[in-house]
T-cell receptor, first 111, second 114 residues
Framework: DQQVKQNSPSLSVQEGRISILNCDYT??????FLWYKKYPAEGPTFLIS?????DKNEDGRFTVFLNKSAKHLSLHIVPSQPGDSAVYFC??????????FGTGTRLTVIP | EAGVAQSPRYKIIEKRQSVAFWCNPI?????LYWYQQILGQGPKLLIQ????????DSQLPKDRFSAERLKGVDSTLKIQPAKLEDSAVYLC????????????FGPGTRLTVT
């Protein structure tokens, strides 16, 4: 039972443009959402998070939006840079419980 | 600050053989996690330790997988005997305390079972 879903396995964007990565979830009890970034042969690294009491969180070029009614969140990267090319995982948790990860979206930023 | 260390980075074994992975978390991190990431999927939690006690091992196939965290620091994950479907990347992560949202991941061990 996949509680966190990333339906787009890949995304290609031109350098300088906006990248939008999407994530859907089914468990309404999730209260914290995170995005992780993964380069080849490395472990995932934390990128940005958002609490369920907020609808937006911004950190530099990265912004995460949460739509609780739609059980949907998205990660916006503006402007996109070639170094952003990686696999992005959406993850969610409830309280002190563990993270549930999506299947990932491979972002390719074309110079 | 040193990150999470894992070894070996790669391992190839035949089915029915045994294998062990080692993890050294970030110093001072009380919580340690082992994840299994099958190709094309997201990481799936196998077991979580709080210091040297098991908090959650509900997803660990206990007939063949075992893990321990001696003295609340290093941890080992063992598979015996391995099956073809165990081919995956095994990720170790640590966090400061249980329930803290930010987990720091090691580079992983890529296991291939032939």
């Amino acid at each position: 039972d996949q509680q966190v879903k990333q339906n787009s396995p890949s995304l290609s964007v031109q350098e300088g443009r906006i990248s939008i990565l999407n994530c859907d979830y089914t468990n309404s009890m999730f209260d914290y959402f995170l995005w992780y970034k993964k380069y080849p042969a490395e472990g995932p690294t934390f990128l940005i998070s958002i609490s369920s009491i907020k609808d937006k969180n911004e950190d530099g070029r990265f912004t995460v939006f949460l739509n609780k009614s739609a059980k949907h969140l998205s990660l916006h990267i503006v402007p996109s840079q070639p170094g952003d090319s990686a696999v992005y995982f959406c993850a969610a948790k409830t309280g002190a419980n563990n993270l549930f990860f999506g299947t990932g979206t491979r972002l390719t930023v074309i110079p | 600050e040193a990150g999470v260390a894992q070894s070996p980075r790669y391992k190839i074994i035949e089915k029915r053989q045994s294998v062990a992975f080692w993890c050294n978390p970030i110093s001072g991190h009380a919580t340690l996690y082992w994840y299994q990431q099958i190709l094309g999927q997201g990481p799936k939690l196998l077991i979580q330790f709080q210091n040297n006690g098991v908090v959650d091992d509900s997803q660990l196939p206990k007939d063949r997988f075992s893990a321990e965290r001696l003295k609340g620091v290093d941890s080992t994950l063992k598979i015996q005997p391995a099956k073809l479907e165990d081919s995956a990347v095994y990720l170790c992560a640590s966090s400061l305390v249980q329930g803290w949202y930010e987990q720091y991941f090691g580079p992983g061990t890529r296991l291939t079972v032939t």
